[in-house]
């Protein structure tokens, strides 16, 4: 596996996120290691909160929500996709799986030694969020779902994910800033466009952002999709506190919200609330908001 790695000068005067990165080293599924980027916030000894990030983005999309998080105690750690951020990148499309993104997550988790986590996975980071606390539901005190889903392949995908998808395949360059803000309801800020460009000097390094449409389960026969199948059954049987925060303004996972709901036990009878003027980056559009529904659903279930 060859590998890539963002010059750190890339990382300089980034608005809005002080925080410093740390690294651990996680196998690479094959024989070798790669090095995971993630940032941390608040207090040591809080209660800790684990955000992933999606597609095309990395943690400088949780800063907002970070500061409110550590504002009323929490532990946040956010970490960087294997492909994105700071961590290391695959050079090669085929390196990246949805199944190695979940072992390189999982290992993450293992190195931190993390234990009674709050799961907040937007995008990509539900659908490996999702699935590893399927695969260890007991290491996970409750779980925010915004603005994502975990598809199986047995209903159609939206049109305008399908044409995304197609977009990011056959783009001579991928544009991530465009990207991002095709997803948002607020105008970036140049700044903030040129944060999510930093950890992509060329193609060379965009093969995970490439990769990530064609690994979501989208067809019944795709290769994960009896593994997320699998991951819904325990879902359904899944009784600790739940919440799905999702955006009013996302055409890509906004369905998912009401299923997540009424599917998952410890969703029942909770209010699950709706951030208004959101779009599929609501981290982006209402960040402060996201954060305090957050640690309001943290704090009334300790």
Known sequence: MRILRTPDDRFADLPGFPYEPRYADVPDQDGGTLRMAYVEAGPADGPVVLCLHGEPSWSFLYRDVMRVLAGDGLR???????????????????????????????????????????????????????????????????????????????????????????????????????????????????????????????????????????????????????ANRAAWDVLRRWDRPFLAAFSDQDPITGPMAPLFAQLVPGANGRAHPTIEGAGHFLQEDAGERLGREIAAFVRSTA
């Not at 995908?157 to 395949?169: C, G, K, N």
């Open 76 to 226: 946040v750690v956010a970490p960087d996709l294997v492909g994105f951020g700071r961590s290391d990148k695959p050079a090669e499309i085929a390196d990246h799986t949805y199944a190695r993104h979940i072992a390189w997550v999982r290992a993450l988790i293992d190195v931190l030694v993390l234990q009674d986590l709050t799961l907040v996975g937007q995008d990509w980071g539900g659908l490996i969020g999702l699935r590893l606390l399927a695969a260890q539901p007991d290491r996970f005190a409750r779980a925010v779902a915004a603005n994502t889903g975990l598809p199986t392949g047995d209903f159609p995908m939206p049109e305008t994910w399908l044409r995304f998808r197609e977009s990011v395949r056959t783009a001579p360059s991928f544009d991530i800033a465009r990207s991002v803000q095709s997803g948002c309801r607020t105008t970036l800020p140049g700044a903030v466009r040129a944060a999510y460009e930093a950890p992509f000097p060329d193609e060379a390094h965009k093969a995970g952002p490439r990769a990530m449409p064609g690994l979501v389960p989208a067809e019944a026969d795709d290769p994960e999709a009896p």
